[in-house]
């Protein structure tokens, strides 16, 4: 079974712009996540899709979205990117169930100049 | 909200000895603890997880206990080796219909041939 697919691997931008990521999950999972990783904060929680509706957010400005589509493809996009914007977006995904395991693509490297 | 706290930030260890990673969590509702392993530019990896209604769980070196009135939880590496250098993560999760992942800051192991 192929595992989960983030594209591009790496984006650089300019302050200002928009970006839109990636995130194909296991086949047959419905619940794709997305962390955000930095060296100053670590890994933290952005929000959470289930069958095309988010089921949870974390505490990011609404400048971060995201969306599922039917596939359970998901995708998630900045808009106004700042310099702090610059790190290491992961998608995890799961069967959804409360304690299932969440599986984690190999992430979008994002650099904002 | 959740919060988990890891230590050591740093641990070096000589090849063949045991390796120990200690995480305490806030939310006693939290009922899922997951570790994860994150190798240089890849996404993390889950090494093991353990859930509430158990106290400890072993596969093969690695282990995980779990004290829930204490509200903390371990990794115990045993039998070191350079390939176990990484940085480890613990995750805690109230798991109630979804699961949202809280992790520690993370713990560079660095095994000494």
């Known amino acids: 079974k192929a595992g989960v697919t983030q594209t591009p691997r790496y984006l650089i931008k300019t302050r200002g712009q928009q970006v839109t990521l990636s995130c194909s999950p296991i086949s047959g999972h419905r619940s794709v996540s997305w962390y955000q990783q930095t060296p100053g904060q670590g890994l933290q929680f952005l929000f959470e899709?289930?069958?095309?509706?988010?089921?949870n957010k974390g505490n990011f400005p609404g400048r971060f979205s995201g969306r599922q589509f039917s596939n359970s493809r998901s995708e998630m996009n900045v808009s106004t990117l700042e310099l702090g914007d610059s790190a290491l977006y992961l998608c995890?995904?799961?069967?959804?169930?409360?304690?299932?395991?969440?599986?984690f693509g190999p992430g979008t490297r994002l650099t904002v100049l | 909200g959740e919060n988990v706290e890891q230590h050591p930030s740093t641990l070096s260890v000589q090849e063949g000895d045991s390796a120990v990673i200690k995480c305490t969590y806030s939310?006693?509702?939290?009922?899922?603890f997951p570790w994860y392993k994150q190798e240089l530019g890849k996404g993390p990896q889950l090494i093991i997880d353990i859930r509430s209604n158990v106290g400890e769980k072993k596969d093969q070196r690695i282990a995980v206990t779990l004290n829930k009135t204490a509200k903390h939880f371990s990794l115990h590496i045993t039998e070191t080796q350079p390939e176990d250098s990484a940085v480890y993560f613990c995750a805690a999760s109230r798991g109630r219909g979804y699961s949202t992942l809280t992790f520690g800051k993370g713990t560079m192991l660095l095994v000494s041939p």
């Open positions: 899709y289930f069958s095309e509706t988010q089921r």
């Open positions: 995890a995904s799961s069967n959804g169930g409360a304690t299932d395991t969440q599986y």
């Open positions: 939310d006693s509702a939290s009922n899922y």
